[in-house]
Protein backbone atom coordinates (compact mmCIF):
# COMPACT_ATOMS: atom_id res chain seq x y z
CA UNK A 1 0.00 0.00 0.00
CA UNK A 2 3.12 2.12 0.44
CA UNK A 3 3.02 2.94 -3.23
CA UNK A 4 -0.52 4.03 -3.02
CA UNK A 5 0.52 7.18 -0.94
CA UNK A 6 1.35 10.17 -2.84
CA UNK A 7 0.00 9.22 -6.04
CA UNK A 8 -2.34 10.86 -8.36
CA UNK A 9 -5.40 9.28 -9.70
CA UNK A 10 -8.29 9.99 -12.16
CA UNK A 11 -10.85 8.26 -13.26
CA UNK A 12 -12.78 9.99 -16.27
CA UNK A 13 -14.81 9.27 -18.79
CA UNK A 14 -18.13 10.07 -20.53
CA UNK A 15 -21.32 11.65 -19.06
CA UNK A 16 -22.92 8.72 -17.93
CA UNK A 17 -20.10 6.70 -17.00
CA UNK A 18 -20.03 6.70 -13.06
CA UNK A 19 -17.19 8.26 -12.62
CA UNK A 20 -18.56 9.92 -9.40
CA UNK A 21 -19.73 6.56 -7.63
CA UNK A 22 -16.41 5.20 -8.32
CA UNK A 23 -14.38 7.83 -7.30
CA UNK A 24 -16.16 7.24 -3.82
CA UNK A 25 -15.93 3.68 -3.71
CA UNK A 26 -11.73 4.00 -4.64
CA UNK A 27 -11.71 6.39 -2.00
CA UNK A 28 -13.38 4.20 0.51
CA UNK A 29 -11.08 0.76 -0.43
CA UNK A 30 -8.19 3.19 -0.54
CA UNK A 31 -8.76 4.54 3.57
CA UNK A 32 -9.93 0.77 4.16
CA UNK A 33 -6.10 -0.23 3.17
CA UNK A 34 -4.76 2.33 5.41
CA UNK A 35 -4.19 4.40 2.44
CA UNK A 36 -4.79 8.85 3.15
CA UNK A 37 -7.40 9.30 0.18
CA UNK A 38 -8.88 12.61 -0.63
CA UNK A 39 -11.18 13.27 -4.00
CA UNK A 40 -11.75 16.41 -5.84
CA UNK A 41 -13.88 16.92 -8.26
CA UNK A 42 -12.75 18.88 -11.70
CA UNK A 43 -14.03 21.68 -11.89
CA UNK A 44 -15.25 22.86 -8.67
CA UNK A 45 -14.00 21.78 -5.10
CA UNK A 46 -13.02 25.59 -4.47
CA UNK A 47 -14.89 28.89 -3.99
CA UNK A 48 -13.35 29.97 -7.03
CA UNK A 49 -14.05 26.29 -9.06
CA UNK A 50 -17.06 26.27 -8.08
CA UNK A 51 -18.07 29.78 -8.89
CA UNK A 52 -16.68 28.84 -12.52
CA UNK A 53 -18.81 25.66 -12.85
CA UNK A 54 -21.76 26.98 -12.51
CA UNK A 55 -20.37 29.16 -15.58
CA UNK A 56 -20.06 26.38 -17.26
CA UNK A 57 -22.80 24.36 -16.95
CA UNK A 58 -25.36 26.74 -16.32
CA UNK A 59 -27.69 26.37 -19.36
CA UNK A 60 -28.65 29.63 -20.36
CA UNK A 61 -24.91 30.41 -21.52
CA UNK A 62 -25.85 28.49 -24.40
CA UNK A 63 -23.43 30.42 -26.67
CA UNK A 64 -20.34 29.66 -24.67
CA UNK A 65 -17.44 28.59 -27.43
CA UNK A 66 -15.30 25.78 -27.02
CA UNK A 67 -12.73 27.85 -26.80
CA UNK A 68 -13.86 29.79 -23.40
CA UNK A 69 -14.73 26.34 -22.69
CA UNK A 70 -11.13 25.45 -21.91
CA UNK A 71 -9.50 28.46 -21.12
CA UNK A 72 -12.63 28.39 -17.86
CA UNK A 73 -11.83 24.55 -17.21
CA UNK A 74 -8.52 25.27 -17.06
CA UNK A 75 -8.46 27.90 -14.73
CA UNK A 76 -10.96 26.26 -12.41
CA UNK A 77 -7.77 23.23 -12.32
CA UNK A 78 -4.81 25.26 -11.78
CA UNK A 79 -6.83 26.83 -8.58
CA UNK A 80 -7.71 23.48 -7.99
CA UNK A 81 -4.07 22.43 -8.14
CA UNK A 82 -3.16 25.76 -5.96
CA UNK A 83 -5.07 25.35 -2.90
CA UNK A 84 -5.94 21.06 -2.73
CA UNK A 85 -4.18 19.05 -5.42
CA UNK A 86 -0.20 20.42 -4.99
CA UNK A 87 -0.48 20.28 -0.89
CA UNK A 88 -2.03 16.91 -0.62
CA UNK A 89 0.48 15.17 -3.09
CA UNK A 90 3.18 17.08 -1.20
CA UNK A 91 1.87 15.79 2.60
CA UNK A 92 1.88 12.10 0.79
CA UNK A 93 -1.59 12.11 0.34
CA UNK A 94 -3.86 9.92 -2.74
CA UNK A 95 -5.57 12.42 -4.71
CA UNK A 96 -8.09 10.74 -6.82
CA UNK A 97 -10.18 13.13 -9.43
CA UNK A 98 -13.30 13.36 -10.48
CA UNK A 99 -12.48 13.84 -14.34
CA UNK A 100 -9.16 16.02 -15.50
CA UNK A 101 -7.43 17.08 -18.29
CA UNK A 102 -8.64 13.94 -19.98
CA UNK A 103 -12.29 15.31 -20.19
CA UNK A 104 -11.46 18.49 -21.71
CA UNK A 105 -9.01 16.71 -24.45
CA UNK A 106 -12.03 14.53 -25.08
CA UNK A 107 -14.97 17.34 -25.01
CA UNK A 108 -13.43 20.87 -26.11
CA UNK A 109 -10.29 19.01 -27.51
CA UNK A 110 -11.95 16.52 -29.53
CA UNK A 111 -15.81 16.65 -29.82
CA UNK A 112 -15.39 20.38 -30.01
CA UNK A 113 -12.74 20.72 -32.36
CA UNK A 114 -10.43 22.92 -30.35
CA UNK A 115 -7.54 20.51 -30.93
CA UNK A 116 -6.19 17.67 -28.22
CA UNK A 117 -2.39 19.17 -28.52
CA UNK A 118 -3.67 22.81 -27.72
CA UNK A 119 -5.48 21.99 -25.03
CA UNK A 120 -2.23 19.93 -23.95
CA UNK A 121 -0.23 23.03 -25.45
CA UNK A 122 -2.43 25.24 -22.27
CA UNK A 123 -2.31 22.89 -19.85
CA UNK A 124 1.19 22.57 -19.95
CA UNK A 125 1.24 26.69 -19.65
CA UNK A 126 -1.07 26.39 -16.31
CA UNK A 127 -0.65 23.50 -14.09
CA UNK A 128 2.51 22.01 -12.44
CA UNK A 129 1.78 18.94 -13.33
CA UNK A 130 -0.27 17.38 -15.97
CA UNK A 131 -0.55 13.89 -16.46
CA UNK A 132 -1.55 11.85 -13.28
CA UNK A 133 0.10 8.73 -12.25
CA UNK A 134 -3.15 6.41 -13.22
CA UNK A 135 -6.09 7.84 -15.78
CA UNK A 136 -8.70 5.03 -15.68
CA UNK A 137 -11.39 5.87 -18.76
CA UNK A 138 -14.86 4.59 -17.26
CA UNK A 139 -16.54 3.32 -21.01
CA UNK A 140 -20.07 3.39 -21.72
CA UNK A 141 -22.48 3.05 -24.34
CA UNK A 142 -24.64 5.64 -25.49
CA UNK A 143 -27.66 3.75 -24.60
CA UNK A 144 -26.44 3.13 -21.08
CA UNK A 145 -25.26 6.68 -20.49
CA UNK A 146 -28.66 7.99 -21.16
CA UNK A 147 -30.30 5.68 -19.17
CA UNK A 148 -27.83 7.13 -16.33
CA UNK A 149 -28.32 10.36 -17.22
CA UNK A 150 -30.08 13.01 -14.48
CA UNK A 151 -33.77 14.16 -15.59
CA UNK A 152 -32.70 18.14 -15.65
CA UNK A 153 -29.16 18.03 -17.96
CA UNK A 154 -27.10 21.42 -17.37
CA UNK A 155 -25.44 22.70 -20.55
CA UNK A 156 -22.59 20.20 -21.41
CA UNK A 157 -25.04 17.48 -20.88
CA UNK A 158 -27.31 19.12 -23.78
CA UNK A 159 -25.35 19.57 -26.27
CA UNK A 160 -26.67 16.25 -28.36
CA UNK A 161 -26.23 12.31 -29.12
CA UNK A 162 -23.62 13.57 -32.05
CA UNK A 163 -21.81 15.38 -29.80
CA UNK A 164 -21.41 12.46 -27.12
CA UNK A 165 -20.59 10.25 -29.21
CA UNK A 166 -17.99 12.10 -30.39
CA UNK A 167 -16.81 12.62 -26.86
CA UNK A 168 -16.69 8.87 -26.45
CA UNK A 169 -14.65 8.83 -29.02
CA UNK A 170 -12.51 11.11 -27.90
CA UNK A 171 -12.00 9.26 -24.61
CA UNK A 172 -11.16 5.86 -26.89
CA UNK A 173 -8.66 8.12 -28.54
CA UNK A 174 -6.75 8.89 -25.61
CA UNK A 175 -6.92 5.49 -24.35
CA UNK A 176 -5.18 4.68 -27.66
CA UNK A 177 -2.27 6.70 -27.46
CA UNK A 178 -1.19 6.79 -23.82
CA UNK A 179 -0.50 3.36 -21.66
CA UNK A 180 -1.46 4.41 -18.28
CA UNK A 181 -4.99 5.25 -19.48
CA UNK A 182 -6.74 1.67 -19.52
CA UNK A 183 -10.61 1.48 -20.50
CA UNK A 184 -12.87 0.02 -17.84
CA UNK A 185 -16.44 -1.32 -18.95
CA UNK A 186 -18.79 0.94 -17.20
CA UNK A 187 -21.66 -0.81 -18.36
CA UNK A 188 -21.50 -3.76 -15.76
CA UNK A 189 -23.18 -3.52 -12.42
CA UNK A 190 -21.68 -0.76 -9.60
CA UNK A 191 -19.82 -3.47 -7.65
CA UNK A 192 -18.11 -4.99 -10.79
CA UNK A 193 -16.86 -1.79 -12.46
CA UNK A 194 -15.34 -1.20 -8.85
CA UNK A 195 -13.50 -4.45 -8.57
CA UNK A 196 -12.13 -3.62 -12.19
CA UNK A 197 -11.07 -0.22 -10.85
CA UNK A 198 -9.46 -1.70 -7.62
CA UNK A 199 -7.93 -4.23 -10.23
CA UNK A 200 -6.18 -1.91 -12.47
CA UNK A 201 -4.70 0.66 -9.51
CA UNK A 202 -3.08 -2.38 -8.03
CA UNK A 203 -1.12 -3.31 -11.00
CA UNK A 204 -0.43 0.25 -12.44
CA UNK A 205 0.88 1.38 -9.17
CA UNK A 206 3.19 -1.99 -8.52
Known amino acids: MNSLQGTFIVLDGPDGCGKSTQVRLLCEWLRNQGVTAVSYRDPG??????????????????????????????????????????????????????????????????????????????????????????????????????????????????KGASYHAKVREGFLKLAQQHNNMPLIDASKDIQTVHRQVVEKVQSLLK
Open 45 to 158: TTAIGEQIRDILLDPAHIDMGDNVEVLLYMAARAQLWKEKIGPDLTEGHCVVMDRWLTSTCAYQGWAGGFGIDKVIQIALSSLPRVWPDVVLILDVDPNTAAVRMKPEPDRMEQ
